[in-house]
C-alpha cells in the first residue's frame, strides 16, 4: 500500500450501493462531482492534475485534453461506455481502460421482445386511444385494432426472426423468443467474415430444437424473410443506414423492425416513409439517429406506427448497478497495478 | 341434405378468409348484417324467424326475446365470446352453443408478456417523453428512467412470478418467462380446490428444470413474494375486487401487476392509489371495470405508472381469423347436427 492516497477522480455520485466501494478505502483520495448533471468541464480540468483514476460516464468526452490535465499519473480510465472515449489517445498514453461489456445483455434483450411485441401490437396506437379519452367511442369489431402475432398458432405454424448483427444481444434476445414459437432463424454479420455452415450448426446447439433452423443469409434475404428483424449491431461509418429504403421495400408487409443497437444503422425518413406507405407493418426504436434532439416534427415521431423509447435499452435498476459496480471494480484494480475484471484489450491502438 | 336452404343469420361480416366457409354452401341461406357496426337489434328481429343458425359477436346480448323471435327451428348458437348470452335460456330451449376456446391463448399471453415488461420499464412514462418532444431536455444519467429489470441477473439471479388464476393462458405465460430466467412460479386458484402437492409435481413437468419451484400458495403470499404478477382468473361476483387495498399493500414495491383477463377483478380505485404510494412498481391492464366507459378523469388513466390498453387481448389477425373460423365451423356443423369442432357443454343448465 503506497504511502500517500492515490487520487481518483468520479464525475457523476453512482449512489449509495456503488461510492461505497471507493469511499471506504484507504488507499484513495476519492473526489466526486458533486451534482446530478454532466460533469462541468472546467471543474474536471481543475481537478483532474496528479489523478491516478479517472472514472466517467457516457456524457463526458475523455480527449486528450483531459488526458493532459490528469498527467503522467494517470493509470486507468474507467467507463460505463466507449463511444466518447479518444482510444487512441489513451492507448498511445499507455493508460488502462476499464468499461463494462456483457453486463447490459439482459436488459437490452429485454427491451428488444417487448418492443417487438408492442410494434406488432400497434401499442402507440392503442395507448393513444385510452390516453386521449376515446375508448368510449370504440364498440368491438371483429378485426378492430388488429396486428400480426408475435407467436407463432395453430393457424399460422412457423415464425422466422431476423438478427442484422449476431451477438450476445441477439442471442439472448432468440432465446426468449423460442417459446413463442419460433421456428426458424437467419442473421447477418460482418460481411467480411465467410459463410461458416459449421458454425452456424454450432451455435444452434446453444437453442432447443423446436428452433428447426439457424443460418447466416444475405441481407436482401434478410429483409425479404423476417417475420421480426431485429437490428442489433454497432454503429460507426461501416452500418450507417444499411436499413435503407432498398432494405425496408424487400421487408413483408406484416413484419416489425426493432432497433436497440445504434440509430445510425437506420435511415429514419426511409423508416417513417416505409411505415406510412405499408411496406413493413410497425416499428419499435429505442435509439434514433440525431437523438436527443429528437423534437415532435420528427418524422419518425408523426408516424403512429413507431414506438419510440428515449434510449433506455440499459435503463433497469439491476444493470446500471451492475454496470457501476463493475466500472468501480475496474477502477480499483486499475490504480493498484491489478488486472481489472473488464478491461479493454488496447494492443491494436498501440503501434 | 335438405330440400329447402337452412337459414342462417351472422351478425357481422367476417372479412374474406371466412365468409366463403359459410356463403359457398347449398344447404345455406345466408343472411349477414351489412354494417361495419353492432347489428341492429330491430334488424335482428325481423330476420331471425325460421333461422336455424345464429352466428353473433361480443357485441349481440342474446336473450329470451332474440331466441322466441326465431323460434324453434334454431338449432344452434355460435359465438366468438359467451358472456353475452342467456346461457340457461339457450340450455333450456335445447339448443346448442358453439363457442371458440383456446384460440386465444397465445393472443393474451403474449399480450400479458409485453405489459410486464413495459409496466417495469416504464413505458407509458418513457414513450411520453418522446411524444412530447421532451427527449432533448434529457442527458443520461447513471439511474434515469430505470425500473426493476424483468429478467434476471448476474446480480440478481431469481425471479418468482404469480398467477392469480393458473389456467391455459397463465401457463402459456409462464412457459415464455421460463428464458427470461423466471426461477420460481406460485399460483392461486379455485379456493375450492384443496391443496396438491402431486398436481402441482406433475404441472412442473410441462417446464424446463431451470424452473426450481412450481406451487400453489395463498392470496397473501402471492401478493407478498411475485416481482410480477399476472391476473388471469374469470370475472363475476366470485373474483370481483379480489386485487384491493389490502392486497396491494401486501406487494414488493418493485413489482408488476398485470391484468390480462376481467377488470372487474381489479379495484382500480385501489390500484390507482396503491401506484401513486408506491406499493408496488407499475402495472399493465388491457382491461378495466366499466370498460368501455372509460375517460381521461379515470384514476387508472391519470396514473402514469400505468399501462393501459383498450381489451386487444385477443386482438391479432391470426387469433381473430381463427376464433371466426372456429364459429363458422361450429355454426356449419350446428346446423347440419353434426359434432361441433368446440360446443359448449350445456347439461349443468339442463336441470
Redesign the interface.
Known amino acids: 500500500m503506497p504511502n500517500s492516497p492515490l487520487k481518483v477522480v468520479v464525475t457523476?455520485d453512482?449512489?449509495p450501493d456503488v461510492m461505497p466501494l471507493l469511499g471506504d478505502q484507504n488507499d484513495i483520495d476519492l473526489i466526486v462531482w458533486p451534482h446530478?448533471?454532466?460533469v462541468d468541464k472546467q471543474w474536471l480540468l481543475e481537478k483532474l492534475p496528479g489523478t491516478t483514476g479517472l472514472l466517467v460516464?457516457?456524457?463526458d468526452k475523455v480527449t486528450p485534453e483531459i488526458l493532459d490535465a490528469a498527467g503522467p499519473t494517470l493509470r486507468v480510465v474507467s467507463t460505463?461506455s466507449v463511444e466518447h472515449l479518444d482510444i487512441r489517445a489513451i492507448a498511445k498514453r499507455r493508460i488502462k481502460l476499464g468499461y463494462t461489456p456483457d453486463?447490459l445483455t439482459?436488459?437490452v434483450?429485454?427491451?428488444s421482445?417487448?418492443l417487438a411485441?408492442?410494434a406488432?401490437?400497434?401499442?402507440?396506437q392503442?395507448?393513444s386511444?385510452?390516453?386521449?379519452?376515446e375508448?368510449?367511442n370504440?364498440?368491438?369489431?371483429?378485426?378492430?385494432?388488429?396486428?400480426?402475432?408475435?407467436?407463432?398458432?395453430?393457424?399460422?405454424t412457423q415464425r422466422t426472426v431476423g438478427f442484422l448483427g449476431f451477438g450476445r444481444i441477439a442471442r439472448a434476445t432468440l432465446?426468449?423468443l423460442?417459446?413463442?414459437?419460433i421456428t426458424d432463424c437467419i442473421y447477418t454479420s460482418n460481411p467480411d467474415s465467410p459463410y461458416n455452415p459449421d458454425r452456424d450448426a454450432e451455435l444452434k446447439k446453444e437453442f432447443p430444437a423446436s428452433l428447426r433452423t439457424l443460418k447466416k443469409v444475405s441481407l436482401s434475404q434478410l429483409a425479404s424473410d423476417s417475420d421480426m428483424l431485429f437490428v442489433l449491431t454497432p454503429g460507426g461509418a461501416e452500418t450507417r443506414h444499411v436499413v435503407n429504403e432498398e432494405f425496408l421495400k424487400g421487408m413483408k408487409k406484416?413484419s416489425v423492425l426493432v432497433n436497440t443497437s445504434r440509430g445510425t444503422v437506420v435511415d429514419s425518413f426511409a423508416l417513417a416513409k416505409a411505415l406510412r406507405e405499408g411496406w413493413l407493418w410497425g416499428a419499435g426504436v429505442d435509439v434514433v439517429e440525431g437523438?436527443?434532439?429528437?423534437?415532435?416534427?420528427h418524422s419518425l415521431?408523426q408516424e403512429p406506427k413507431c414506438?419510440?423509447?428515449?434510449h433506455?435499452g440499459s435503463?433497469?435498476?439491476?444493470?446500471?448497478?451492475?454496470m457501476?459496480?463493475l466500472a468501480a471494480k475496474n477502477l480499483l484494480a486499475g490504480i493498484r497495478d491489478e488486472a481489472m475484471p473488464a478491461g479493454l484489450d488496447l494492443s491494436q491502438y498501440c503501434e
Do not use: H
Not at 120 to 124: I, L, S, W
Not at 129 to 133: E, M, Q, T
Open positions: 457523476r453512482l449512489g446530478d448533471r454532466a460516464m457516457l456524457t460505463m453486463v439482459d436488459a434483450a429485454d427491451l421482445v417487448m411485441l408492442m406488432g401490437r400497434n401499442a402507440r392503442t395507448m386511444v385510452v390516453d386521449k379519452g375508448w368510449p370504440y364498440t368491438w369489431s371483429p378485426f378492430l385494432f388488429c396486428g400480426p402475432q408475435l407467436s407463432a398458432s395453430t393457424t399460422s432465446s426468449r423460442i417459446p413463442f414459437g406484416t437523438e436527443p434532439r429528437i423534437t415532435q416534427d415521431v414506438v419510440i423509447l428515449p433506455i435503463a433497469t435498476l439491476e444493470t446500471r448497478l451492475g457501476a459496480t
